[in-house]
């Protein structure tokens, strides 16, 4: 039954970048080529470990912190993360912004390209490793490679590590930090900004090639947010779901936007604030990630979907910054501390609820693969389950290093960033 997973993933890999891109081959962003957390590959090693060496293929130092999640393309791994100085005080010096680049093959650094840091001297840390610097997890078109910094900055990297455009981000009215990341949509890089002040959040469009504005479309109504876009297809056309809630419940905590100019489609009230939305089986399922009521609605609609096509609530989904993940008729929820909660999609009855013992993150958004296999994956303590209806533990991995970044997955292997390594795990070792 998980095989659907298999035509769902070429319907999304259709409307996403207007291009080739096989899941297989590549993970080119934050929750790899649908932006949702599948993967068509069927030879993911289950069991690793570092003590051992088990299946891990190589290990690679990292130049600074972060907690952006990796992506792949090719032959190559892009990282981001941030370095300050020895003894430099983190209130007062702005962090070097590093983009690193490995070789899938045996991991060794190819190039470290530095991008200059944009206007936002910050003072808040709680972002984690690299202070929130290095949040956001770059994307891809086997071209260029895009990232964001919370500097507020964001520029193209071509495959060779050189600079091909820089933009500064402004206004830069964030909370905290910038925490999600770009994706692409044809020929733009589409950047959500959820402010605090909701006057000056948007959708900006930029061009892929040079970083101009194509377009941009204010959305006053939505607050502060941490969540990356996803684009889903909803009976044949394009979605673009943005959410930014704040701390609390909000009319337009989510909204659909029409990927090519940015122009309303839907809103509906919630909580919306870290996670990114799952989407199967005609459902779309949000929730805060920093605890309150989930969510799941019928995408179909227009306008204000609050009163029409909300399907089912849950009451309290604790916090929970990884993203939710459906799989065949089951939604899956990660959430603090270590817990795995399992409902059905069609009536949001809870089927199960089992502790992760000793998992080392919850900020890190779960890998489905063909056969319905979770990877609840970092470079610290992990778990693979097996979906269904009944908790299956089919293995628990530990690397000893643990961080927050989700898995990137392509090429039969599974690349993981911890805060001192960059590793590589994959079957033979």
């Given at each position: 039954?998980?095989?659907?997973?298999?035509?769902?993933?070429?319907a999304?890999l259709?409307?996403?970048?207007?291009?080739?891109?096989?899941?297989g081959?590549?993970?080119?962003?934050?929750?790899?080529?649908?932006?949702?957390?599948?993967?068509?590959?069927?030879?993911?090693?289950?069991?690793?470990?570092?003590?051992?060496?088990?299946?891990?293929?190589?290990?690679?130092?990292?130049?600074?912190?972060?907690?952006?999640?990796?992506?792949?393309?090719?032959?190559?791994?892009?990282?981001?993360?941030?370095?300050?100085?020895?003894?430099?005080?983190?209130?007062a010096?702005?962090?070097?912004?590093?983009?690193?680049?490995?070789?899938?093959?045996?991991?060794?650094?190819?190039?470290?390209?530095?991008?200059?840091?944009g206007?936002?001297?910050?003072?808040?840390?709680r972002?984690?490793?690299?202070?929130?610097?290095?949040?956001?997890?770059?994307?891809t078109?086997?071209?260029?490679?895009?990232?964001?910094?919370?500097?507020?900055?964001i520029?193209?990297?071509?495959f060779?590590?050189?600079?091909?455009?820089?933009?500064?981000i402004?206004?830069?009215?964030?909370?905290?930090t910038?925490?999600?990341?770009?994706?692409?949509?044809?020929?733009?890089?589409?950047?959500?900004?959820?402010?605090?002040?909701?006057?000056?959040?948007?959708?900006?469009?930029?061009?892929?090639?040079?970083?101009?504005?194509?377009?941009?479309?204010k959305?006053?109504?939505?607050?502060?947010?941490?969540?990356?876009?996803?684009?889903?297809?909803?009976?044949?056309?394009?979605?673009?779901?943005?959410?930014?809630?704040?701390?609390?419940?909000?009319?337009?905590?989510?909204?659909?936007?029409?990927?090519?100019?940015?122009?309303?489609?839907?809103?509906?009230?919630?909580?919306?604030?870290?996670?990114?939305?799952a989407?199967?089986?005609?459902?779309?399922?949000?929730?805060s990630?920093?605890?309150?009521?989930?969510?799941?609605?019928?995408?179909?609609?227009?306008?204000?979907?609050?009163?029409?096509?909300?399907?089912?609530?849950?009451p309290?989904?604790?916090?929970?910054?990884?993203?939710?993940?459906?799989?065949?008729?089951?939604?899956?929820?990660?959430?603090?501390?270590?817990?795995?909660?399992?409902?059905?999609?069609?009536?949001?009855?809870?089927?199960?609820?089992?502790?992760?013992e000793?998992?080392?993150?919850?900020?890190?958004?779960?890998?489905?693969?063909?056969?319905?296999?979770?990877?609840?994956?970092?470079?610290?303590?992990?778990?693979?389950i097996?979906?269904?209806p009944?908790?299956?533990v089919?293995?628990?991995?530990?690397?000893?290093?643990?961080?927050?970044?989700?898995p990137?997955?392509?090429?039969?292997?599974?690349?993981?960033?911890?805060?001192?390594?960059?590793?590589?795990?994959?079957?033979?070792?």
């Amino acid at each position: 039954m998980p095989n659907r997973i298999l035509p769902f993933l070429a319907a999304a890999l259709s409307l996403l970048v207007g291009m080739s891109v096989w899941a297989g081959e590549n993970w080119p962003s934050f929750r790899g080529p649908t932006g949702l957390g599948y993967t068509d590959e069927k030879n993911l090693p289950l069991n690793w470990d570092g003590k051992e060496g088990k299946n891990v293929l190589w290990t690679s130092p990292l130049k600074g912190q972060g907690h952006a999640s990796p992506v792949v393309w090719g032959g190559k791994v892009f990282v981001c993360t941030a370095l300050w100085a020895p003894h430099a005080p983190r209130e007062a010096v702005i962090p070097e912004h590093h983009v690193l680049c490995y070789a899938v093959s045996d991991g060794k650094l190819l190039w470290d390209t530095l991008v200059p840091p944009g206007p936002w001297l910050r003072n808040d840390f709680r972002s984690g490793p690299g202070g929130g610097y290095a949040a956001c997890t770059p994307v891809t078109d086997g071209k260029l490679v895009y990232c964001v910094f919370s500097s507020s900055v964001i520029a193209a990297i071509d495959f060779d590590g050189k600079i091909a455009w820089r933009k500064e981000i402004v206004p830069y009215t964030f909370d905290v930090t910038i925490g999600g990341s770009p994706i692409l949509y044809h020929d733009t890089v589409l950047m959500l900004c959820a402010m605090t002040n909701k006057a000056d959040s948007r959708m900006i469009a930029y061009d892929k090639t040079n970083g101009d504005i194509k377009w941009q479309q204010k959305l006053p109504n939505m607050t502060f947010g941490h969540t990356t876009p996803t684009i889903i297809d909803v009976k044949g056309s394009p979605q673009l779901l943005v959410m930014g809630g704040g701390m609390g419940s909000a009319d337009h905590a989510i909204e659909s936007l029409d990927p090519s100019d940015g122009h309303t489609l839907w809103w509906c009230k919630g909580s919306a604030e870290s996670a990114s939305p799952a989407y199967g089986d005609g459902i779309v399922y949000f929730d805060s990630g920093r605890g309150g009521a989930g969510t799941a609605l019928d995408p179909t609609g227009t306008g204000d979907l609050s009163k029409t096509n909300i399907k089912w609530t849950v009451p309290n989904i604790p916090e929970a910054l990884s993203s939710p993940v459906i799989v065949d008729k089951y939604l899956y929820r990660l959430h603090s501390p270590g817990v795995l909660k399992c409902f059905e999609v069609e009536t949001g009855k809870q089927v199960y609820s089992h502790r992760l013992e000793g998992l080392t993150t919850t900020w890190a958004s779960p890998v489905v693969d063909p056969e319905g296999r979770i990877f609840c994956a970092s470079a610290g303590k992990s778990y693979v389950i097996q979906s269904g209806p009944e908790f299956k533990v089919l293995a628990v991995n530990d690397l000893g290093d643990a961080n927050h970044p989700s898995p990137a997955v392509a090429q039969g292997k599974i690349f993981l960033v911890g805060m001192n390594n960059v590793y590589c795990v994959g079957a033979g070792k």
